[in-house]
């Protein structure tokens, strides 16, 4: 989807924090053993996910039907392009607001998203029709088929996301790659449908783990999100004991 225009930044609140979430990644994949060696499949724990009942999504909003694509080849991150100021217990009512806007404002089925992750690393469900299942979205324009779409709440242009939001990718993406045999510092293929970057039918080498500006156009997920990328595929393959 396309951009839309950032809020003012309050700030960064989140400094402090950052450090101690970034001392803790190690401490914690230790503790869960994804340092050591793993017996293929490589797929991560799953994480917690609020789901969409949990952020009181009103169902009556999007279709009935579901939609599905064939696997998960690669995540694209996104930033939902809203403001930084919200408080994690905020994070259902951005949710909700975004849901609507996409469905009542964009005409779309549902919201696009597959999946968000708040600046306190919590995970919810995006687009209805199963968390394990690989649901369609509405996220990358011409390569939403074999893809999921993870947006981080917030604009990240200017503002660095914290550690714990860039975990909650990798926590994601070890799990849902992992399901559909994925690497998360690996590449794949996918075939675009058409957009303002690649050509109909063109065949693009991507990061299983990749920005929206990869597939299309445009200045998502922010320059400051999109510099963590590599951070979270790391830490993502290591969750997955690889």
Known sequence: ???????ADPGDPATEEDQAAEAEVAAEAGAEGVDEPRAAPYIGPRPAI????????????????????????????HHTATGNGYTCKQAPSVIRSIYRYHVGSMGW?????????????????????GVTRPVMGAHTLGFNSNSMGIA????????????????GIARLTAWKLGLHGMNPRGKTYLKSGGGNRYQKGKNVRLNTISGHRDGFATSCPGGRLYSKLGTARTTSARYQGR
Do not use: H, M
């Open 109 to 129: 089925r549902d919201i696009g998203y597959n999946f968000l992750v708040d600046k306190c690393g919590k995970i919810y469900e995006g687009r209805a029709g």
């Open 1 to 7: 989807p396309p951009d839309t225009p950032a809020q």
């Open 50 to 77: 609020v789901t969409r009942r949990g952020w009181k999504a009103n169902e009556s909003l999007r279709e009935k039907s579901f939609a599905y694509t064939k696997k998960v080849k690669v995540a694209f991150v």
């Open 152 to 167: 981080v709440i917030g604009s990240f242009g200017t503002t660095k996301p914290t550690a714990k939001s860039v975990r």
